[in-house]
Nanobody
Framework: QVQLVESGGGLVQAGGSLRLSCAASGRTFSNYVMGWFRQAPGKEREFVADILRSGGNTYYADSVKGRFTISKDNAKNTAYLQMNSLKPEDTAVYYC??????????????????WGQGTQVTVSS
C-alpha cells in the first residue's frame, strides 16, 4: 500500500509560481513512476506531467511544457511540480499519482495505482 500526500497549493496571481509537493510512503519510492494530473470543475482529469523512476526522463502535456517542471527526490520519497508563469486556465485540483506495477510513461489516469487527495490551485487574472 502506498500513501500520497500533496501540499503546496493555494491562490496566486497570473504570472506567479507555486511548487507542489507529494510525499509518498513505501520503501521502493525510487521504483515508482510519479505523475501529476489536474481536474478543473466540469472537466475530466487530465495528465500534466510524469517522471520515470530514475528521474532522468520526464514528460509534459503541451499546455504546460516550458512552464512546469516535475522532479523527484528519492532520498526524501517526494515528488515535486514547480509551476511558473501560471495562467487562470491552470486553475484546478492537482493530484499526484504513483505507478508501481509498470515503469513506463503514461498519460492515462487508469495506468496509475495510487492517488493523493488533491490540492487546490487557483490562479487569478
Amino acid at each position: 500500500q502506498v500513501q500520497l500526500v500533496e501540499s503546496g497549493g493555494g491562490l496566486v496571481q497570473a504570472g506567479g509560481s507555486l511548487r507542489l509537493s507529494c510525499a509518498a510512503s513505501g520503501r521502493t519510492f525510487s521504483n515508482y513512476v510519479m505523475g501529476w494530473f489536474r481536474q478543473a470543475p466540469g472537466k475530466e482529469r487530465e495528465f500534466v506531467a510524469d517522471i520515470l523512476r530514475s528521474g532522468g526522463n520526464t514528460y509534459y502535456a503541451d499546455s504546460v511544457k516550458g512552464r512546469f517542471t516535475i522532479s523527484k527526490d528519492n532520498a526524501k520519497n517526494t515528488a515535486y511540480l514547480q509551476m511558473n508563469s501560471l495562467k487562470p486556465e491552470d486553475t484546478a485540483v492537482y493530484y499526484c499519482a504513483a505507478r508501481v506495477r509498470y515503469y513506463s510513461h503514461s498519460t492515462a489516469a487508469s495506468a496509475y495505482d495510487y492517488w493523493g487527495q488533491g490540492t487546490q490551485v487557483t490562479v487569478s487574472s
